[in-house]
Each structure stands twice: as structure tokens, then as C-alpha cells.
């Protein structure tokens, strides 16, 4: 029903690993092949193709659904239809990706204002050229704007006044003795449709009960099940402590009274929480993965 197309390069692994997670298993003859294929009645076919290209191509209907980074959706123009965030690049990093414009460390420069190319257009090299284009022309900025091939930050002072070019942490363009001065965009690793096929109701569907899959294991990768037993003379000092995705389940045990409580926690509160809920007493605490959450 649906043509998918995943991303090559930085966010190969990472997207392939959830598409497992989720239950969704991409299979290829080889790390290299371009070509795959899900064994799922949803998905006909897979191809794996370099973020740039994927939103040109999706919004062309060559495929129905794609994963790419939203820099790559307004670098492009493209018109898609965006399906959400699936933030698993985020939460495996840690940082906010951004789109940012960087100028030498001794420039006086603080915003895009003030940038000049001292009686000549401002040169500037990037990956970006329409997201930079933009930008520096709503500032009023008159600049000529290289395509970089690599190695952006390397090119300030002699080949380029500054540059626009993809950051995660700064540190890159801290050590190539560079600063900020502007972020022109916010990225994120979305989930993107055809106009038209995201029009169809069963493919829109298809397409949403995806996002939902996946969603729900991301969710899931964050968070552990507990459960445990506890004394009825224990149980309130117990429940007190218990944080909750929901309310915790709750059930009688049988014979002595006490209880059995289960509920979902952040996994990276479980090694302070259970060495406490042993010591306000309670017994048979039990951690579990958790494959998937779905609200």
C-alpha cells in the first residue's frame, strides 16, 4: 500500500534500529543495498536514499512516506505533508540539532544585522544555500552565497566572512574558532507524506497507524514497568513514592491482605526508586522492558 523511504548516512542506523524496535524489521540483502523491504502488509516497498533528496522525492508522489530532517523539508521548498516529529535523533544525542550562522571569533558581529561585507556582498559558505539565502535577505543582508562541499567551518576567514552550517553541541565550530550569532532554524527528524496520498483515506490510515508504532516505541524506550508487592500496614508510604505514567494498578493479594501495584516509571529514576520502595518495605519488585506505549 504505502512506498517508504528511509534516510542514508547519520541517521541510517538509528532509524533502522526503530523500525526493528517497533516491530517494523527493514530487511536488505546488504548494508550497501538501496533497496528493502518490511514484512508488513502496509509497506510494499523500501528504498534508503541521502535526507536531501527524500523530501523532493515524496512530495513528487515517487513515495508515499518518508523520514527526514525538517532543515532538509525547508532547504528543499518541499510541499509535504508532515506527519510529525519522531524525536529519537534527539533523545539519542541529547542536543537540539539547529541550523546556525557562525562568524570568526574576533568579529564584531552580534546578530545578522550587523553583518557586512565591507563594500562588497558578504560571502558566505553552507550546505544551506536557500535556508541561508532567506534569511540573510529578510535582515537586508546583501550576500553571495557558495555551495560547501565539507569542512564548512575551514573556511572562514580566507574563503568565506561566515558560514550557515548544521550544529548539534557548537563545539566544531567553537575548535574552528568560530561563534553563533543566529539560529535560523530548529531541526527535527519527522515523518512526511505525499500530499496526495496522505489524502487517500486508507493510505492515510496505513500511514497513521505507522506513526503510531512508532511513536509508541519511542515512547516505550524511555520508560520501565514496576511491579511489586507491599504489606497493607506499607502500602500507603509505598504508593506515595510511586511515580505514574498513570495511576498505578492496584490488586489484592490474597490470604494476608497486602497488595500488588504495577505502574510505568522513567528508566532513569529505576536505580534510585527500587533500593527505596525495598526500604519503605516493599517485596518482589519486579523491573520490565516495555516494547511499546500507545495513549
Known amino acids: 500500500m504505502l512506498r517508504l523511504v528511509l534516510p542514508k548516512g547519520s541517521l541510517e542506523s538509528s532509524t533502522l534500529d526503530l523500525f526493528a524496535d517497533a516491530d517494523l524489521r527493514v530487511y536488505r540483502s546488504s548494508d550497501v543495498d538501496y533497496r528493502a523491504s518490511i514484512h508488513d502488509d502496509r509497506i510494499t516497498d523500501v528504498t ?5 533528496e527524500i523530501p523532493v522525492y515524496v512530495a513528487q508522489g515517487l513515495f508515499d512516506l518518508g523520514i527526514t530532517g525538517r532543515d532538509w523539508v525547508e ?24 541550523i546556525v550562522l557562525a562568524v570568526g571569533e574576533d568579529s564584531p558581529c552580534t546578530s545578522l544585522g550587523d553583518l557586512t561585507g565591507g563594500g562588497r556582498p ?23 552565497i557558495s555551495f560547501s562541499y565539507g569542512a ?3 573556511k572562514v576567514p580566507d574563503i568565506a566572512d561566515c558560514v550557515v552550517e548544521l550544529t548539534e553541541t557548537g563545539r566544531a565550530l567553537r575548535t574552528a574558532g568560530l561563534r553563533i550569532i543566529h539560529t535560523l532554524l530548529v531541526s527535527y527528524t519527522e515523518l512526511i507524506a505525499n500530499p496526495a496520498s496522505a489524502a487517500d483515506p486508507e493510505k492515510r490510515r ?22 511489586l508487592n507491599v504489606g497493607a500496614d506499607r502500602f ?11 495511576s498505578p494498578t492496584v490488586s489484592e493479594l490474597a490470604g494476608d491482605g497486602g497488595f500488588a501495584i504495577e505502574t510505568v516509571v522513567m528508566k532513569d529514576e529505576i536505580n534510585t526508586l527500587i533500593p527505596e520502595l525495598k526500604e519503605l518495605g516493599a517485596t518482589d519488585i519486579l523491573e520490565l522492558a516495555l516494547a511499546k506505549i500507545v495513549h
Request: glycine share 6%; net charge negative; aromatic share 4%.
Open 75 to 98: 532547504e528543499r521548498g518541499a510541499e509535504i505533508v508532515s506527519l510529525g516529529e519522531l524525536p529519537y535523533s534527539k533523545v539519542a544525542s541529547g542536543y537540539t540539532i539547529r
Open 236 to 246: 500507603d508510604a509505598v504508593l506515595e513514592r510511586l511515580p505514574a505514567l498513570r
Open 48 to 52: 534508503i536514499l541521502r535526507p536531501q
Open 206 to 227: 496505513a500511514m497513521d497507524q505507522i506513526y503510531t508504532l512508532l511513536m509508541g516505541t519511542l515512547e516505550a524506550r524511555e520508560k520501565v514497568l514496576v511491579k
Open 122 to 144: 558578504l560571502r558566505v559558505a553552507t550546505e544551506y544555500p536557500e535556508l541561508a539565502r532567506r534569511a540573510l535577505s529578510e535582515a537586508g543582508v546583501d550576500a553571495e
Open 152 to 154: 564548512t567551518e575551514a
